[in-house]
């Protein structure tokens, strides 16, 4: 494949502040791929919490989990699920602290507890109701990614007492777990290389902490207005605010549709 590809983030960058899709987005999007620019999605949501969006932008292509599930084509391409052995510690010390878990597969999620407060406030947040029960879903189930519900001063033990996962915070109540070492940049270089596409014909589009990677990598990372200083720093583009037009004027701004 020749043709170009851009690497789309979900919250803040196709859905805007409300978590909707402005217009405007919809609209560029579609230029691109009538243009032959193939669309994926890049998130650390797991495939099932954006199949109605796949299907209303028609995009068949993601890497999900933060890099850990990446499909082309609607054909999985990388797998890399946590440990199993890793998972049960982690999931005994949790426990024994008092802090719930949710663990992710492709499908579906279960959590420890039963409607716990924090579970609720930040899957709340991205409109998903409080799991359903099911402590040992990560037993039978291959799982790409875990959230733990702790405070950002709990967090510190988890950082030092593992080194097979990583602990990445998008929550005030809520951590992403994720192996060690994976990233969306990790998830691009899988689908590229399946794909057989030239680095230098990536393009992303990010504004969350775990894009950091993902727009270092590609070879034209832009950051959305809303963005973090500390994110917009390591792009090598900024555009507007995801509710002023952001997307569509980052795509003319790196030349990906015309002025």
């Known amino acids: 494949m020749t043709k170009p590809i851009v690497f789309l983030d979900i919250d803040g960058t196709i859905l805007d502040h409300e978590k909707e899709i ?11 791929k009538d243009n032959g620019v193939h669309v994926a999605i890049a998130t650390g949501r797991a495939p099932f919490m954006f199949e109605d969006l796949r299907k209303e932008l028609d995009i068949h292509s993601y890497i999900s989990f933060n890099g850990q599930y990446v499909v082309f084509e609607d054909e999985v391409v990388y797998e ?25 597969n492709h499908k579906g999620m279960r959590a420890t507890e039963k409607d716990y407060g924090h579970i609720r406030e930040s899957l709340g947040s991205l409109k998903f109701d409080h799991p359903e029960i099911d402590s040992n879903f990560y037993k039978q189930n291959s799982i790409y990614q875990a959230l733990l519900f702790c405070e950002s001063h ?28 994976g990233s969306k940049a990790i998830g691009i270089q899988k689908f590229i290389e399946r794909v057989g596409i030239p680095h ?54 790196v030349g990906l549709l015309e002025k």
């Open 154 to 181: 709990e967090e510190e033990q988890y950082h030092k007492s593992y080194d097979t996962m990583h602990f990445l915070r998008w929550h005030e109540y809520s951590m992403d777990v994720l192996p060690m070492g």
């Open 80 to 104: 890399n699920p946590l440990s199993k052995d890793d998972l049960d510690h982690l999931f005994n010390k949790a426990q024994g602290i008092g802090h719930p878990m949710v663990f992710l």
């Open 200 to 253: 230098e014909r990536t393009y992303a589009f990010g504004d969350g902490l775990n894009d950091r990677e993902m727009l270092q990598y590609v070879a034209n990372g832009v950051a959305m207005g809303n963005a973090s200083d500390e994110v917009k720093k390591l792009a090598k583009h900024v555009t507007k605010d995801v509710s002023e037009d952001g997307l569509s004027h980052g795509f003319r701004l």
């Open 22 to 32: 402005p217009q405007d987005s919809r609209e560029a999007i579609q230029k691109l």
